[in-house]
């Protein structure tokens, strides 16, 4: 099969698109840059870089001398635009050129075309559709069809539609963009589109009816806020005090016009100062009656030049089959029904009005085959170039100078630089023997670049990546050496557990912010405390057997109020470079705040949590003993009946401390415990990951049917999502891992039980047992009532809900049937 | 290069750049306003969260400007182009953040609509 062309370019007066036909699909290629579609037709010349795009677009208005827009207009005359920047002449030709050179960049598969379909106006003659062709050309492409913009947009409409409907009959193309309006006639006889005629205005679009919001509804309404003495200039004059503004409400009012396409009303919050310097601010309502009515007459106008057509033409509206849509302004819902309303002919919006011609082209260019000469694969030829660059790769500036010294031939050659996250473009610049280029900095990142070094037809033949680390990176090597870990309650298990802070080889400084529940009413007037202690080390261990950096202290006694079980605590640790962390606590809603520092030279151990922590190990290797003896486990029970002597001993001296104490034992006793704490989980852990794996695969099972039997389609996938990583964490030894597992099976089990009229009535049953115990007797037994008639009447939404008022109503011990432990008051 | 693949499609995104930039627009009032001094807390707890999700907004408010700048989409006001600096933002930079064991690498996901004129120009005034 021969090949075609495949590439489909929409050349506009201010936009343009490219798209590419693969296999019966069109894809419309987005900028790199921004991830538009469209490219502004604008080209600038700023300094030694030509800008195409939106970047040139911006300066359009206020440096007209070295930005040219709109030349298309121009095309196929001896007109040329005068440079001021680089004191040369510029014909349209060489600036379309330029447009279709940066719309390849867009081509993201890497390929290089050496054919395209550009598509021109209706009302082009012969010497401008040579002169666009002669464009095609000098921007690299071989060979250039063109294609009228009406039969572009038809084609996307056709190969939107099946069958031969359109067959024998004849429509209207009505093209309205942001700053023209073209319409056209178009037939289709024997299975060929003609365009038959055609009108336009090359001065109306989607930007007349921004200034008309901004200078007919906004301006008037601010005026009658505030003393203004004329208003309208001071937005309108590149010298007025109030230009900057101008700008904002042209954004504000494009805003509003899009969102009045869906709804009814949109608002304009304005707010800027009077001529007195007062501040004047406004909510400015916009109706979508109130829009249309602004812009009836341009509507009106438009389908004028429709009539003016069919007059010409001698046809009916019935003559027609439709209205064609296109152009970004046909979005306006006033818009597509007035120009019907007046014509009586049904407008058809069923192609995309922003891009159709770019894809209509495309199609076209799927059919159009390859006739080049050598059309042969273009070769990976090694580029004759040497470069050799010079840079900073890591930086604390905010602005690097980037140089390279150039070998080989570099006439006709340029080079560009861009930062990979999207936000510089250096621009295409002359390549010669010597580069430099000032690369601005993302600050506390790493920063990426592409150099291209492109030829005449800006297609890639040296590429080269720059790299540069600022701020925090420029230290690299200043890495956390371990875990740092913040100590919480293990409620369930009565133990304490480690959630991660900061993971090893985090970069410093660092810093981060975390939530945490108060785990236990705390009295205001006691001596009761919260701990936020931070440990170091891996944080898949246990706390204890971890080395503690510090611990702040949240006091009953200096709180104004009780602090309740549940309230947030907003945690913030920073790491500096030199390892200190600073813990800052702030208690929601009392108010106090709490902050302390710790340096790994000065470190911080409370005497009360330590004499603790060593009573909560002792009492654990005892347990942990008397396990493995009834499991007849003589190694470990060797090992921890070793383990019983120091602990003692370490109780004892821990009980001679003062809490005050100033001599470095506290942190001899608190190394030495925290080395039998590493014994007693080295010899148990592998008794605890079995017992864990083996409860999971229990819990698993169980799950499993019942999530097949009950399980909703969020339930089913939660329950594969565990699946799925089941495999990482059965082999891994990290308990925490296992036991979070094990705990979302629970919790995904009880959801479904929930539902589950057997399981509710068993809960019911179980709370009624307990009768006695309630803290309300009364109430207990309304709800227990409540409790029968519901089971009888089968109304289990209910009986769930009384189940819970009867759960509120149990003492706390009988909620938490284990005894709980809160060393740390946090979870 | 870095291939930092886009969190979804633009259109999925528009939602949440929309949400990020009302929430940067009520942080610039709640900081212009001392009787909202106590809302602050709030919104940094919001874009701490949204950070952690990867998505961080940054303010270009007063940042020099020339045509190297993708990361904005500026209107020039006044008449010179020289020396130019971010007076007004409309909508804020907003990055999509993919930390791993090298480093923090960012993309930009919308970028920053703003006004920009002449330093001397807005000195003068």
Redesign the interface.
Same mark, same amino acid.
């Given at each position: 099969m021969s090949k075609t062309i495949n590439f489909g370019i929409d050349l506009g007066t201010t936009n343009s698109l490219i798209a590419k036909f693969n296999k019966g699909t069109v894809e419309v290629y987005k900028n790199p840059?921004?991830?538009k579609e469209s490219l502004p037709s604008v080209v600038?010349f700023?300094n030694d870089?030509i800008?195409v795009g939106?970047?040139?677009h *911006?300066?359009l208005?206020?440096?007209p001398r070295s930005t040219i827009g709109q030349f298309k207009r121009k095309m196929g005359t001896s007109e040329s635009f005068k440079i001021k920047s680089i004191d040369q002449s510029k014909t349209p030709i060489d600036l379309s050129a330029l447009v279709l050179k940066e719309l390849k960049t867009f081509i993201h598969s890497g390929e290089t075309p050496e054919a395209a379909v550009i598509t021109v106006p209706a009302s082009f003659d012969m010497v401008q559709s040579n002169a666009t062709k002669t464009a095609g050309h000098q921007a690299g492409f071989k060979q250039v069809v063109l294609l009228q913009e009406p039969i572009a947009a038809s084609l996307a409409y056709a190969n939107k539609t099946t069958g031969n409907e359109l067959d024998n009959s004849q429509w209207i193309v009505y093209d309205l963009g942001g700053g023209t309006f073209d319409v056209a006639l178009v037939r289709i006889a024997d299975g060929e589109l003609k365009v038959v005629d055609h009108e336009g205005d090359n001065f109306l679009g989607g930007a007349d009816f921004d200034a008309r919001i901004v200078e007919r509804i906004i301006v008037p309404s601010i005026e009658k806020k505030g003393r203004f003495d004329d208003l309208l200039d001071q937005l309108k004059s590149?010298?007025g005090r109030l230009?900057?503004?101008?700008?904002?409400l042209?954004?504000?009012a494009e805003e509003a016009k899009k969102e009045l396409s869906t709804k009814s009303a949109s608002e304009i919050d304005v707010e800027l100062e009077d001529d007195d310097g007062e501040m004047v601010s406004a909510l400015i309502s916009v109706t979508r009656s109130e829009f249309e009515a602004l812009i009836k007459d341009v509507i009106d106008s438009t389908a004028e030049l429709i009539r003016t057509i069919l007059t010409r033409n001698s046809l009916q509206p019935s003559d027609l089959k439709f209205i064609l849509m296109v152009g970004g302004s046909t979005y306006i819902p006033s818009v597509r029904n007035r120009v019907e309303e007046l014509l009586g002919i049904p407008v058809n919006t069923d192609i995309d009005p922003t891009n159709a011609i770019a894809i209509g082209a495309a199609y076209y260019a799927g059919n159009k085959p390859l006739e080049l000469m050598e059309a042969k694969e273009r070769d990976a030829a090694p580029s004759p170039l040497k470069l050799k660059v010079t840079y900073n790769k890591v930086s604390l500036e905010t602005e690097e100078m980037f140089a390279a010294k150039v070998e080989g031939a570099v006439d006709g050659l340029s080079f560009r630089i861009?930062r990979?996250?999207?936000?510089?473009?250096?621009?295409l610049k002359q390549l010669s023997a010597r580069i430099s280029e000032d690369l601005?900095l993302?600050p506390? *990142?790493?920063n990426?670049y592409?150099l291209k070094i492109l030829d005449q037809h800006n297609n890639p033949i040296a590429i080269e990546?720059i790299q540069i680390?600022q701020g925090k990176?420029s230290v690299a090597g200043q890495m956390l050496p371990d875990d740092l870990s913040l100590v919480k309650d293990n409620i369930q298990d009565g133990d304490t557990k480690l959630e991660q802070v900061f993971a090893r080889?985090t970069?410093l400084p660092a810093k981060k912010?975390m939530?945490v529940d108060v785990s236990k009413t705390m009295l205001h007037d006691t001596e009761d405390e919260i701990r936020i202690i931070v440990v170091e080390g891996p944080s898949a261990n246990h706390p204890s057997s971890n080395k503690t950096v510090g611990a702040l202290l949240v006091r009953a006694k200096n709180m104004k109020r009780d602090l309740l079980r549940g309230t947030e605590i907003?945690l913030t640790f920073e790491v500096s470079e030199s390892r200190s962390v600073t813990v800052h606590a702030?208690v929601n809603p009392s108010g106090p705040e709490f902050s302390d520092v710790f340096t790994p030279k000065d470190r911080n151990v409370d005497v009360k949590a330590l004499a603790e922590e060593i009573g909560m190990l002792e009492e654990k290797i005892e347990q942990e003993k008397a396990e493995a003896l009834d499991n007849e486990n003589y190694e470990v029970v060797d090992i921890l009946t070793k383990l019983s002597g120091p602990i003692q001993e370490l109780q004892g001296e821990a009980v001679l401390l003062t809490i005050d104490d100033v001599t470095d034992n506290k942190f001899k006793l608190e190394d030495r415990k925290r080395k039998i704490a590493q014994e007693l989980h080295q010899a148990t852990s592998t008794k605890r990951i079995e017992r864990l794996r083996s409860e999971y695969l229990l819990v698993r099972d169980e799950v499993s049917e019942l999530v097949k039997e009950s399980g909703n389609d969020i339930e089913k996938r939660s329950f594969q999502e565990i699946i799925n990583r089941e495999h990482a964490f059965l082999n891994t030894n990290s308990l925490q891992r296992l036991a979070e597992h094990v705990s979302r099976l629970h919790g995904l089990q009880f959801q479904i039980l929930m539902r589950s009229p057997d399981f509710l009535i068993g809960w019911f049953q179980s709370l009624v047992a307990k009768r006695e115990s309630f803290n309300d007797q009364v109430q207990a037994r309304n709800f227990i009532e409540a409790g029968k008639q519901h089971i009888q009447g089968e109304d289990f939404d209910r009986l769930l809900e009384v189940n819970r008022r009867l759960y509120s109503l149990l003492p706390q011990q009988e909620k938490e049937s284990k005894e709980m432990r809160h060393f740390t008051g946090i979870s | 290069?870095?291939e930092?693949k886009q969190p979804a499609s633009?259109d999925q995104l528009k939602p949440l750049l929309s949400a990020l930039s009302q929430l940067y627009e009520l942080d610039r009032k709640v900081q212009a306003r001392s009787e909202f001094q106590a809302l602050g807390?709030n919104l940094e707890?919001m874009k701490?969260a949204f950070d952690e999700l990867g998505y961080r907004i940054e303010d270009p408010q007063g940042q020099g400007y020339?045509?190297?700048?993708?990361?904005l989409? *500026?209107?020039?006001?006044?008449?010179?182009?020289e020396d130019l600096v971010v007076?007004?933002v409309?909508k804020p930079?907003i990055?999509y953040l993919m930390r791993d064991?090298?480093?923090?690498?960012?993309?930009?996901i919308q970028?920053g609509?703003v006004?920009v004129?002449s330093r001397s120009k807005k000195d003068a005034q």
């Open positions: 840059i921004g991830f600038a700023r870089r800008i939106e970047k040139a *911006a300066y208005e206020k440096d590149a010298s230009n900057r503004t101008w700008y904002t042209l954004g504000a861009t990979d996250d999207g936000g510089f473009d250096s621009g601005p993302v506390d *990142a790493y990426s592409t990546l680390a990176y080889n970069i912010k939530t907003d702030y | 290069m870095i930092i633009a807390r707890k701490a020339n045509e190297t700048r993708v990361d989409e *500026a209107s020039i006001a006044g008449s010179s182009t007076t007004e409309i930079i990055r064991s090298t480093g923090e690498y960012s993309k930009i970028r609509v006004v004129e």
